[in-house]
């Protein structure tokens, strides 16, 4: 295991990487050795800038993120929350068009692997190339899925089926997701809803049962009922029983 890491960051990033099929253990020892740095993010900094190449990729370690785009009336749209194990800025390797920022909701731990390492490995460890390619599939899955969801489904769905996806993608890598570790503004910026409409949503979800009533965050009191609400089918998340060993 890299000495870079911690352990609840590597235990993390080996769920995500074994989720995304590397399950080779020199596979996952040699990512893990590319790390040769970590940088602490604060909450509501820039992880990716806008406007920056570097070459470089970014990798959640720790915390929560977004892929989002301001746009000209002011408004946040969100694309995609990140977490542990997320590659923030693989486009950048793949793609010399300049990406969509991505910023800290949380405060954030983030590693970082130079583009020269990443053509290393790939050419010695395929396999790391193929889970490169099905992650940057899968964020796409998750903007599409983020089109639907905004444009075909009532409001009480369209939260529903964005806190089940967090429940999902969190339990994939090991994490407790009895609390939502997004706010209402956040889920108003990813759903394309007003934070007051949100907010009557996140109401109507507690009378339904799904969520608790006693606590002001956004805590899960019923996920099969919450799945049931949102008509929820996860496999556009291709989650694998591996991820949650």
């Known amino acids: 295991m ?121 050419t010695e460890h395929p396999d790391i190339g193929l889970a490169f390619s099905r992650s940057t599939v899968l964020e796409a899955r998750i903007v599409q899925e983020r089109v639907i969801n905004g444009t075909q489904r009532p409001a009480v769905e369209r939260i529903a089926s964005l806190l089940c996806e967090q429940i999902f993608r969190l339990e994939a890598i090991g994490m407790d997701a009895e609390i939502i570790p997004l706010t209402q503004i956040d889920l108003a910026d990813a759903a394309g809803l007003s934070v007051v409409h949100v907010n009557r949503t996140i109401q109507d979800l507690r009378e339904l049962g799904a969520l608790s009533k006693n606590s002001h965050a956004i805590r899960v009191k019923n996920k099969d009922r919450l799945v049931q609400v949102a008509k929820f089918d996860p496999h556009y998340l291709d989650i694998r029983e591996t991820a949650a060993e």
Request: proline fraction near 2%.
């Open 2 to 122: 890299s000495g870079v890491l911690g352990a609840d960051a590597a235990k993390s990033l080996l769920l995500k990487l074994r989720s995304l099929g590397l399950e080779s253990d020199t596979g996952l020892q040699a990512f893990l050795s590319l790390f040769k740095a970590t940088r602490s993010v604060d909450r509501g900094d820039y992880i990716v800038r806008p406007g920056r190449r570097h070459k470089v990729l970014t990798v959640m370690l720790s915390g929560v993120a977004c892929r989002y785009r301001m746009m000209d009336n002011g408004r946040r749209q969100i694309f995609c929350f990140q977490y542990p194990g997320d590659f923030c800025d693989y486009s950048r390797y793949v793609i010399l068009q300049q990406d969509d920022p991505v910023a800290a909701l949380t405060d954030c731990l983030v590693g970082v692997i130079s583009h020269e390492d990443i053509e290393w490995v790939i």
